[in-house]
Every structure is written in structure tokens, then in C-alpha cells.
């Protein structure tokens, strides 16, 4: 079975500063994809970033990018710039599954941005 | 384009009684998924379909719950009786192939609660 561990319940950060969120995870398999997704206030979850495992290079969409240490099996988020809409739920999510495949998600960390 | 539509928004019951919550996932997606979220566990996969068939109902709590398809555009997940440990956000999620690189999209969810 697959885990996913969010450590830090809750952090927060200045607007305009930069911000890493945690997540690390446990597979058997050799392939497989990570996400991040955010759930603001308004509870509809949005997909933030994806990674698959073969590829080294590090995901980047705008602000968001991520630090995979496969070996380390270690997938954090950092957002660059924080802005105020970016406070949200943020869930690490692990896929497996050799069709259809089906997500494992972290407890999710809480971060507020600060004006 | 229209999201993955889910209905009700929110539901409030009394214990007993049945509840049936409903899913529109996007058109042309052929993958649908049942997940439940709440404080204590987190997000939770329930069950999931490929081509209106279930794939893995491995999550569904127990016999109270049941989940259909009956076509593409349509599912429903059924809570009878309902008590009030079923009180959760349930959301419903769509893909748009079996591959594991195409990202799940969700609803906004559906608040129960049960009284």
C-alpha cells in the first residue's frame, strides 16, 4: 500500500515571500505520478502540479515548482511570490495503479498567507 | 467547458434516513471517482469507475453504501440508512483516460451532515 506524509499541519508566510511545503511518500513501484493539489476555502480541489517519476527534471507551473528526491522519496512544493489567494488546504497525492489510477492523498497542510 | 458537476451542494438528514448524492463527470471521460473527506481521515478513495464499470470498491465503508453508473454521464452514491459518522465532504472526480499521467478532476463536493 502506498502512504503519503504531510508533516507541517499548518504554516504560514508572508505575501510576496517564498514558501516550501513538505510531502514525503512510500511505493513498491517503479513508476508512478505525484501531485499536489489545493483545496481553498470555497472546498473545490484544484490541481496545483504534477511529477512523473521517470523524469528528473523538477515540475514547474508559474509560482508553484517542486524539489523530487526520488531516492529520498520526497516531494515538496515550493511556492515563489505568495499571494493572497494562494492560501489554501494543500494536499500531497501519490498515483497508483497499472489502469485507471486511483489516488492516495496526504492529511494535508494548512497555509495562510499574511498581508 | 462545464467541471465535474456534483448535486447537492450540501444535505442535511436525520439519521435513518437514505441519501443519494449525484455526479456529472466531464464529458468524454471514462474514468469516475468516488472519494470522502473528512477531519479525522482525510481524503479517502470510496470507489471508482472505468467505462461505467467498478473497478474497485475496495473503500466503501460498508453495505450501507452503494455506488452506480449507469451510463456516462451520470453516478450516484447511495447511503442507506445513513448515520451520523457518514457526515463528510464527498467528492466525485473524473479522468479522461486510464493513463496515469491524465490529472483527476473534482466537483465542489457535497457537505452531509447527519443528525
Known amino acids: 500500500a502506498q502512504t503519503v506524509t504531510q508533516s507541517q499541519p499548518e504554516m504560514s508566510v508572508q505575501e510576496a515571500e517564498t514558501v516550501t511545503l513538505s510531502c514525503t511518500y512510500d511505493?513498491?513501484?517503479?513508476?508512478?505520478?505525484l501531485f499536489w493539489y489545493k483545496q481553498p476555502p470555497s472546498r473545490q480541489m484544484i490541481l496545483v502540479i504534477r511529477?512523473?517519476?521517470?523524469?528528473?527534471q523538477n515540475a514547474t507551473e508559474n509560482r508553484f515548482s517542486v524539489n523530487f528526491q526520488k531516492a529520498a522519496k520526497s516531494f515538496s512544493l515550493k511556492i515563489s511570490d505568495s499571494q493572497l489567494g494562494d492560501t489554501a488546504m494543500y494536499f500531497c497525492?501519490?498515483?497508483?495503479?497499472?489502469?485507471?489510477?486511483?489516488?492516495?492523498f496526504g492529511k494535508g497542510t494548512k497555509l495562510s498567507v499574511i498581508p | 467547458d462545464a467541471g465535474v458537476i456534483q448535486s447537492p451542494r450540501h444535505e442535511v438528514t436525520e439519521m435513518g434516513q437514505e441519501v443519494t448524492l449525484r455526479c456529472k463527470p466531464i464529458?468524454?471521460?471514462?474514468?469516475l471517482f468516488w472519494y470522502r473527506q473528512t477531519m479525522m481521515r482525510g481524503l479517502e478513495l470510496l470507489i471508482y469507475?472505468?467505462?461505467?464499470?467498478?473497478?474497485?470498491d475496495s473503500g466503501m465503508p460498508e453495505d450501507r453504501f452503494s455506488a452506480k453508473m449507469p451510463n456516462a454521464s451520470f453516478s450516484t452514491l447511495k447511503i442507506q440508512p445513513s448515520e451520523p459518522r457518514d457526515s463528510a465532504v464527498y467528492f466525485c472526480?473524473?479522468?479522461?483516460?486510464?493513463?496515469?499521467?491524465?490529472?483527476?478532476?473534482f466537483g465542489d463536493g457535497t457537505r452531509l451532515s447527519i443528525l
Open positions: 469507475f472505468n467505462n461505467n464499470v467498478p473497478i474497485d
Open positions: 464529458s468524454g471521460h471514462n474514468s
Open positions: 497525492a501519490s498515483a497508483r495503479g497499472a489502469g485507471s489510477y486511483q489516488l492516495t
Open positions: 511529477q512523473e517519476a521517470y523524469k528528473q
Open positions: 472526480a473524473s479522468s479522461s483516460t486510464g493513463a496515469r499521467n491524465q490529472p483527476q478532476h
Open positions: 511505493t513498491s513501484e517503479n513508476n508512478y505520478y
